[in-house]
């Protein structure tokens, strides 16, 4: 008896409008991260998706709806990078790979995968309410985890401590950019490093 081939599995309609708005995320997220929210157009992101334009409103309400969604999503990819950085790791050696991981040249000069605060944070908190909610809902988890490590390894004020050392990451980061990949830069962030080891109480 000849077989008859089995049917091919269906994508529902809903799965397949989950896929295309989370490819025009992670799209936005990447240009934005790099470019900046302004000059990055909505007509720019979907052609880069391979969508066109007037699909945009299909899953958008406006081009700050995408940006908070963009920066949510860099905030989850960084989330992801520093688990896996850190799987198996004691608090102190899991603090010490975080400060390792961030205060580094690759993320000084690749601002499309880096961290949302460090590439969009100055122009997206002068945005609408969605877009200063998605950093303050990112910077929130980093600190706490941050924070979470303290705790660990006695830190008497945790939450202090890691508010802190975000800040001097950020800064940092920010300051090396302006400098670019030069011999200052470099010695800016290698400094950090330390200070940042020396106020979490972990050995060089």
Do not use: N
Not at 3 to 17: D, E, G, H, M
Not at 76 to 89: D, K, Q, T, Y
Request: aromatic share 4%; net charge positive; glycine share 8%.
């Amino acid at each position: 008896m000849e077989s008859k081939p089995l049917p091919r599995p269906q994508v529902s309609r809903t799965a397949a409008k989950q896929a295309t708005r989370a490819l025009v995320i992670r799209t936005a997220s990447r240009a934005m991260r790099r470019d900046g929210i302004a000059a990055t157009g909505v007509a720019a992101v979907m052609a880069k998706a391979g969508l066109t334009h007037g699909g945009f409103y299909a899953h958008f309400a406006s081009k700050d709806a995408l940006a908070a969604a963009a920066i949510d999503a860099a905030f989850a990819e960084s989330s992801r990078r520093i688990a896996r950085r850190v799987e198996g790791l004691a608090p102190a050696a899991a603090l010490a790979a975080w400060i390792e991981l961030y205060v580094t040249t690759s993320h000084r000069d690749d601002r499309s995968r880096g961290c949302a605060l460090t590439a969009l944070g100055s122009e997206a908190s002068r945005g609408g309410d969605a877009m200063p909610a998605a950093l303050a809902r990112g910077m929130a988890q980093l600190t706490d985890r941050l924070a979470d490590w303290l705790a660990a390894i006695d830190d008497p004020a945790p939450a202090a401590t890691a508010g802190a050392m975000l800040a001097e990451a950020v800064g940092a980061i920010t300051l090396a950019r302006v400098l670019g990949a030069t011999a200052a830069s470099d010695a800016l962030l290698t400094a950090t490093r330390a200070s940042l080891r020396r106020r979490a109480g972990i050995p060089a």
